[in-house]
Each structure stands twice: as structure tokens, then as C-alpha cells.
């Protein structure tokens, strides 16, 4: 069956430009992450979104990053005014639970280059 | 709070003898603990799951870990490894309220010939 997509699957954008990142989880799967993979700071937690209850956002880095995800199925991720440091791969999970123990399958991420 | 540490950063093994990946956790309660793998330009992989059933875990492709309470441990091993084996391979604690992952630094394995 399908597994997560996102798009794009390549970014490259100006510093200062706004970016906005889509998620497609699997069908069916209630509950959706984001992560962040970068050099400096390896893989690292940003926003959990579970059904209609309000998204864990602990781990988004500043103000600049907000996530929405419509209708409980696709999800995007939106940067503001986009810093160099904000290079990064942005990976995406879905699970169909937030039990712990349950698997969270990953799409192949949005790799952003910010110039 | 949880943490997770993977204690080398590179391993580089003979292709047909013996893969460990050493992994220390640190959770204020009982974890669920993954082993997941990036091969290059690659999506992550789940290897295998820890969650409180038995302490000895087995996984796709030959690799199994085992869970130590006392050690808080939870070392990859695969009795041979194999040139696709190369990757690097992720250490991961999830569970509480969200299951939100923390993920260790990573280890790259390298397998010679």
C-alpha cells in the first residue's frame, strides 16, 4: 500500500522567503510528526498532531515554524522568513495510534536549502 | 524525560563477522525502544521494537537487540554482516502520552570486504 509522501522532495529557497512543507500520512493514520534532521542537531522532534486535540508543538524552534494539518489527514509545515540555519531534511511520520510501541512509519522527507 | 545515547559514532566491521551497535537510554518511565535505519538518500527504516514484552527482540534482516533493565542498554547485534548491511542506524526511545521520538546521534556502519 502507499506509505507517507512528501512534497517537495527538494527545497531551495532565499533567506527571508517563506517555505511551506506538505505531509500525506497513510491512510487512516491518526497521528502525525514531524522531525528534523540536520547536521548540527541530528534527528529532533517538532510538532504531534493527533486527531482534532490540540498538536504538541514543544518542539518547534521558534515562531517562525507553525504546522496545520486539515481535515485529520494532510498536514503542512510552514517556515517563515527563512534562516540559513533552517537547512535541514524535514521528515514526516504517521502512526496509526499514539500508544506507546506503535511503529511510526516515515515518508523519504522534504530536503530545504536555504542560500 | 528520556534520552538516548549511542555510544560510536562509527563502526566499521568485516564483512561475515559479528555487527555491534552499543545503545544507552535514560527514561523517567518504562520506554518503547526502536532500532530504525537510514541507508543513504533513504527514508527511515523501522529494524525492530522493544515494548515490554520480551527482552530479546528480533528484527528484519538477521538483526536482533536485547533489552537490559540493569544496564539500561539496548545494544543491535547480527551474527554476520553483510555489505548491505552499510547504513547508519538509529537508536530511539518513544512512549508517554504522545510516543513522540527522541533519537540518539546515530552510528554509521561501514562494512569492509
Known amino acids: 500500500g502507499a506509505g507517507v509522501s512528501q512534497s517537495p522532495s527538494n527545497k531551495v529557497t532565499e533567506k527571508g522567503k517563506d517555505v511551506e512543507l506538505r505531509c500525506d500520512p497513510i491512510s487512516g493514520h491518526t497521528a502525525l510528526y514531524w522531525y528534523r534532521q540536520s547536521l548540527g542537531q541530528g534527528l529532533e522532534f517538532l510538532i504531534y498532531?493527533?486527531?482534532?486535540?490540540?498538536?504538541?508543538k514543544s518542539g518547534l524552534p521558534s515562531d517562525r515554524f507553525s504546522a496545520e494539518r486539515t481535515g485529520g489527514s494532510v498536514s503542512t509545515l510552514t517556515i517563515q522568513r527563512t534562516q540559513q540555519e533552517d537547512s535541514a531534511v524535514y521528515l514526516c511520520a504517521s502512526s496509526p495510534k499514539d500508544r506507546g510501541g506503535n511503529e511510526q512509519f516515515f515518508g523519504p522527507g522534504t530536503r530545504l536549502t536555504v542560500l | 524525560a528520556q534520552s538516548v545515547t549511542q555510544l560510536d559514532s562509527h563502526v566499521s566491521v568485516s564483512e561475515g563477522t559479528p555487527v555491534l551497535l552499543r545503545c544507552n537510554y535514560s527514561?523517567?518511565?518504562?520506554?518503547?525502544l526502536f532500532w530504525y535505519v537510514q541507508h543513504p538518500n533513504k527514508g527511515l527504516q523501522l529494524l525492530l521494537k522493544y515494548t515490554s514484552a520480551a527482552t530479546l527482540v528480533k528484527g528484519i534482516n538477521g538483526f536482533e537487540a536485547e533489552f537490559k533493565k540493569s544496564e539500561t542498554s539496548f545494544h543491535l547485534t547480527k551474527p554476520s554482516a553483510h555489505m548491505s548491511d552499510a547504513a547508519e542506524y538509529f537508536c530511539?526511545?518513544?512512549?508517554?502520552?504522545?510516543?513522540?521520538?527522541?533519537f540518539g546521534t546515530g552510528t554509521l556502519l561501514a562494512v569492509q570486504p
Open positions: 498532531f493527533q486527531g482534532n486535540s490540540a498538536p504538541d
Open positions: 530511539v526511545a518513544g512512549g508517554g502520552a504522545t510516543n513522540k521520538l527522541i
Open positions: 527514561s523517567s518511565y518504562s520506554p518503547s
